[in-house]
């Protein structure tokens, strides 16, 4: 490991005091919030020239090329260099943002603009979503990789929760080409932040052709006894899980007579868990057993996730969605920094985007028919029913003396 990226760990410094890790999260944090205005923007974009159903097309189009070509994104982070990637990436979704913020300001251009504005966006988050998932463990040493995914999840956390609201008031402002120009301007922000953050050195390995990379990638997890059983068991998990979370908490809300009023209490209640979690894991570093930890967290937070589809009253929902959200938050910091330190350097990119794979590719295809069973059979069975599911990547790994002894430097 070079000396420059190890400047502040060998001083001693945890992670969230550490500059070059700080520089990194301003980048990360100004990103996110790009994300969250640009999806805004996009939406109410498309609801000002297009039906309802056709808003839902252009939302989902990004969705598409970034399912494709998630594991492509692995093989080029890992060939490229994560950071390489990570600061194109920002630098094309600057060019392109500010180009559409251009177009909607001097014309009135029709749907066609927001759907390939959706594609290409698409096209660069499946190069950037494993790159960026890649970069921590180059930032940082491996004692402070717990510091650094807590220090993550409170940048998604900021950007998921000020995002939208930034979006909205710059469209109330000056509409579409407004939000989509702030958009561009906190790309913008993030690639100076980048190009100056120290990494550890790009492992200099004999390269195959891209196809051979993408096998020898799988092939890696598959027989990896700590990386491939914890992936799997990271995928059951967001199979279970997404449902409940992400289409459940809506339906559940409508059928107990809560009202999106309710709804808002119980995810604000989960994030506020998840952004609990976050600072716990900055704050606190290493956690004694790992490995046990995650296991007995994911077990936990399944049965929380599933205890909320059984709350009688608004107060208890709101109270369990508040303990799942801080229980899976460690789960997911634990596992994603299990796995990291456990995969050799050379891998990373493609690690990551195996993960990303099946929490932004594949989970979402469960929403039809998690939302299907929930009309047929009731919130309750099938809030029980998925977390049950979620549970099983627990008990898998539960059997495996690796995972359940498991440590993190």
């Not at 990004?62 to 990436?89: K, N, Y």
């Not at 995650?294 to 589809?309: E, H, K, M, W």
């Not at 596992?335 to 995969?343: K, M, R």
Request: aromatic share 6%; with cysteine.
């Amino acid at each position: 490991m070079s000396a420059t990226a190890t400047t502040g760990a060998a001083a001693g410094r945890p992670a969230y005091r550490d500059t070059n890790v700080l520089r990194w999260l301003t980048a990360y944090i100004a990103s996110m919030l790009g994300d969250s205005v640009y999806f805004v923007a996009l939406g109410f974009a498309a609801a000002k020239v297009a039906p309802p159903a056709q808003v839902g097309l252009v939302m989902a189009a990004g969705a598409v090329p970034r399912a494709v070509l998630m594991l492509g994104g692995g093989v080029v982070a890992d060939r490229f260099g994560p950071r390489l990637v990570v600061i194109g990436s920002d630098t094309v979704r600057c060019a392109l943002i500010l180009a559409a913020a251009a177009a909607l300001a001097l014309a009135s251009p029709g749907l066609w603009l927001l759907v390939a504005v959706a594609l290409v966006f698409g096209v660069v988050d499946a190069l950037f979503m494993p790159a960026v998932g890649a970069l921590p463990p180059r930032i940082t040493t491996p004692d402070q990789l717990v510091r650094l995914q807590g220090l993550r999840a409170m940048a998604i956390r900021i950007g998921t929760v000020v995002g939208p609201p930034a979006g909205g008031l710059a469209m109330g402002i000056g509409g579409a080409a407004a939000a989509f120009a702030v958009a561009g301007l906190l790309f913008a922000t993030s690639v100076p932040l980048l190009v100056g953050t120290r990494i550890t050195p790009q492992p200099a390995v004999e390269r195959a052709p891209a196809a051979q990379e993408l096998r020898d990638g799988l092939r890696y997890i598959r027989r990896h006894r700590i990386v491939g059983p914890l992936v799997l068991s990271g995928a059951l998990c967001e199979l279970g899980l997404v449902g409940p979370l992400n289409v459940g908490m809506v339906l559940l809300c409508d059928q107990r007579g809560w009202g999106a009023a309710g709804y808002g209490w119980v995810i604000a209640a989960f994030g506020a868990g998840s952004g609990a979690s976050a600072v716990l894991l900055a704050v606190r570093g290493r956690i004694p057993r790992a490995g046990a930890v995650q296991i007995t967290t994911l077990l936990l937070g399944s049965a929380a996730v599933g205890s909320i589809g059984v709350a009688p009253v608004l107060g208890a929902a709101v109270a369990v969605a508040f303990l799942a959200g801080l229980i899976c938050g460690i789960c997911g910091g634990l596992a994603t920094s299990l796995i990291q330190s456990a995969t050799d350097p050379a891998y990373l990119g493609r690690v990551t985007s195996v993960m990303s794979l099946t929490g932004f590719g594949l989970a979402p295809l469960a929403y039809p028919l998690f939302a299907s069973c929930v009309g047929r059979y009731g919130a309750s069975p099938v809030f029980a029913v998925s977390a049950a599911f979620a549970a099983l990547g627990a008990a898998f790994t539960a059997l495996l003396p690796t995972i359940r002894q498991a440590a993190l430097p």
